[in-house]
Nanobody
């Protein structure tokens, strides 16, 4: 059974940084894309970043491009989302996910497994 175990959410001031982690268990995730979504109450869940399998291309939403960096350490079966220059509007629950396919982006309808989510709060 594939599971995604998340960590790293916190309260941070505007302009600050956080790194989220997503560890995949039950699967050698090297060849699978990992996506980072975020959800705000009352809004649709949106894909903000994605990294393809096996060191392939990355994908970013325009709202985070240049501030967020997605990476992976396949030796640890873990993907990361480094978030810099955080803004108030980045406040959300962040969820990692996979569709067990190689390439990005990942569509919500294709997600096979979700992480439980971690709350990122950006506040003065």
């Amino acid at each position: 059974q594939v599971q995604l175990v998340q960590s790293g959410g916190d309260l941070v001031q505007p302009g600050g940084s956080l790194r989220l982690s997503c560890t995949v268990t039950g699967l050698n995730s090297k060849l699978t894309a990992i996506g980072w979504f975020r959800q705000v109450p009352g809004k649709e869940r949106e894909l903000v970043a994605c990294i393809s399998g096996d060191g392939g291309p990355t994908h970013y939403d325009r709202s985070v491009e240049g501030r967020f960096t997605v990476s992976r350490d396949d030796g640890k079966n873990t993907a990361y989302l480094q978030m810099n220059y955080l803004k108030l509007e980045d406040t959300a629950t962040y969820l990692c996910a996979t569709d067990l396919m190689w390439s990005c982006p990942i569509a919500i309808r294709d997600v096979v497994t979700w992480g439980k989510g971690t709350l990122v709060t950006v506040s003065p």
